[in-house]
T-cell receptor, first 114, second 116 residues
Framework: GAGVSQSPRYKVAKRGQDVALRCDPI?????LFWYQQALGQGPEFLTY????????KSGLPSDRFFAERPEGSVSTLKIQRTQQEDSAVYLC????????????FGPGTRLTVT | AQTVTQSQPEMSVQEAETVTLSCTYD???????LFWYKQPPSRQMILVIR??????QNATENRFSVNFQKAAKSFSLKISDSQLGDAAMYFC?????????????FGKGTSLLVTP
């Protein structure tokens, strides 16, 4: 595809359920980032991959959050035992290489935990 | 951690006029990157303009330009000849030098309203 895609676009989960959010980066982009954007706020960094290696996970808010990119392309962000405070838009971004600085964002997945 | 502050939650501009959005940041680094991103309602974030801190010349992209004041740690965005399609949330973002990670650190955003 031409841009970063994410699925699903909307997800409603009951508190305590596990969810999986998918990101398809731009083809050939080495770097992939996940951000969390709460309502009315700017995005906050969660984690970063270079190819299949997760090089930075300092932004993951708890051990309920887990991300993977096993083949260096598609990535999945998993949230276990969802809580209401997990409600947010989850943005994925990719970059040709992290050093270039320019990140291209997907449309996001809006997660609502009830 | 670096802090990015956007002190204007909302701004309004008339079509064809010029508006300036403010951004300040806090860092002890000398080499870094600054960005302005635009996020239209329910649409994805797109890059408007970027500035490398080592470059003294202010970046310009068509109707968008920045005023980068390194000593003051200020990075404002000027939109000239505003158009209805410019209405969106605008986020200022900071990225540390490569050896400090690649995460973007965003401000809280400024909502820009463009009136006919």
């Amino acid at each position: 595809g031409a841009g970063v895609s994410q699925s699903p676009r909307y997800k409603v989960a009951k508190r305590g359920q596990d969810v999986a959010l998918r990101c398809d980066p731009i083809s050939g982009h080495v770097s992939l980032f996940w951000y969390q954007q709460a309502l009315g706020q700017g995005p906050e960094f969660l984690t970063y991959f270079q190819n299949e290696a997760q090089l930075d996970k300092s932004g993951l808010p708890s051990d309920r959050f887990f991300a993977e990119r096993p083949e260096g392309s598609v990535s999945t962000l998993k949230i276990q035992r969802t809580q209401q405070e997990d409600s947010a838009v989850y943005l994925c971004a990719s970059s040709l290489s992290a050093g270039t600085g320019e990140q291209y964002f997907g449309p996001g997945t809006r997660l609502t935990v009830t | 951690a670096q802090t990015v502050t956007q002190s204007q939650p909302e701004m309004s501009v008339q079509e064809a006029e010029t508006v300036t959005l403010s951004c300040t940041y806090d860092t002890s680094e000398s080499d870094y990157y600054l960005f302005w991103y635009k996020q239209p309602p329910s649409r994805q974030m797109i890059l408007v303009i970027r500035q490398e801190a080592y470059k003294q010349q202010n970046a310009t992209e068509n109707r968008f330009s920045v005023n980068f004041q390194k000593a003051a740690k200020s990075f404002s965005l000027k939109i000239s000849d505003s158009q209805l399609g410019d209405a969106a949330m605008y986020f200022c973002a900071y990225r540390a030098p490569s050896n400090s990670g690649y995460a973007l650190n965003f401000g809280k955003g400024t909502s820009l309203l463009v009136t006919p």
